[in-house]
């Protein structure tokens, strides 16, 4: 009677096994570099004197099913005057673009002074969408080291 063997089957078993136990932490792993590669960029593009950068911080959902990089919750800047202002909302208008009071000219004294606001709206710097746009490619690099660490598991190379 002519018959088929598979050898290597437990061995098989035994390595899913493995991996479905780490897949969790290595997804994770993963994602948390991608989301310090995102908040780099973002930090990148927005520029200045670091204020800002400072401000935004990376998030990885708690189901490893999402990054993001966003303005840290809970923190305000607060103006001379005394007026709170939480980040989000001053990265928001730097982000899209804010419109201020209109430009006029100061009297002092007698004499009228350059304003010092010289436009009525400022354009935005559009780092966000600027770094959503790269976030393709660097999702699909992520991916493709994910899959290559899922095969060389499976294989019993990892």
Do not use: C
């Not at 792993?29 to 950068?53: F, N, R, T, Y």
């Amino acid at each position: 009677m002519n018959s088929v063997e598979m050898t290597g089957i437990d061995e098989l078993i035994d390595n899913f096994d493995a991996l479905l136990r780490d897949y969790p932490g290595l997804k994770g792993d993963l994602l948390e570099q991608l989301a310090g590669k995102l908040l780099g960029d973002v930090q990148g593009a927005i520029g200045g004197s670091g204020q800002v950068q400072g401000w935004q911080d990376k998030h990885v959902g708690s189901g490893k099913g999402y990054v993001a990089v966003r303005p840290k919750a809970n923190t305000y800047k607060t103006t001379p005057g005394g007026k709170q202002y939480a980040v989000g909302y001053v990265s928001n208008a730097i982000e899209n673009g804010h419109r201020h009071r209109r430009p006029s000219a100061v009297k002092k004294q007698g004499y009228y002074y350059k304003p010092r606001i010289k436009v009525a709206a400022v354009s935005g710097k559009h780092f966000y969408a600027g770094t959503r746009s790269k976030l393709q490619a660097e999702g699909s690099a992520t991916v493709r080291q994910l899959a290559t660490i899922v095969a060389a598991r499976l294989e019993g190379r990892g």
